[in-house]
């Protein structure tokens, strides 16, 4: 489908985890690097790119829109992985250095499983990610709850004392 008419998400998947990066309000996905990746910021966002400011990223929650397509970019940071939705009929390998689109669309709302369909180390047992099917109204209302927060505000130098 015509990626304007699409929720369009990036889907990383690693030993254990999927991660989940959405483009914020401006629909621009922020530029990534590996230098950036740590524990706080698992796709590698650059914060210094404008875009990245707003975009959003969530582990093992996967929500989308009921009745709209969905265009996943699946692409993993470490090891051969298979991304797959079985109650979407949706099975993809996932392979480091390649960025594979898959899309489906939902036509009802539901919670549902992610699971990892290759075996992937030793943890493979554990890389679940929950699906969930919500109406447009639930899914920005989700979107609202995981923006990122704004920074503070600078706050003024005290003005010195007089002795």
């Known amino acids: 489908p015509p990626e304007d008419q699409s929720l369009v998400v990036r889907v990383i998947a690693e030993q254990f985890a999927w991660n989940i990066h959405y483009p914020g309000d401006d629909g621009i996905f922020g530029k990534t690097d590996l230098r950036f990746i740590n524990s706080s910021n698992q796709v590698g966002l650059d914060m210094e790119d404008p875009a990245a400011k707003d975009d959003i990223v969530s582990i093992n929650q996967l929500h989308v829109p009921v009745n709209k397509p969905v265009i996943a970019q699946l692409s993993s940071k470490d090891v051969i992985h298979s991304f797959g939705i079985p109650v979407m009929r949706v099975k993809q390998d996932v392979i480091p250095g390649e960025v594979i689109p898959v899309w489906f669309e939902a036509v009802k709302t539901g919670n549902f499983e992610i699971a990892c369909a290759q ?22 209302a989700w979107l609202n709850s995981m923006k990122p927060a704004p920074p503070p505000a600078p706050v003024a130098p005290a003005a010195p004392v007089a002795a």
């Open 119 to 140: 075996l992937c180390g030793l943890g493979h047992y554990r890389m679940r990610g929950f699906f969930t099917v919500e109406t447009d109204e639930q899914f920005k």
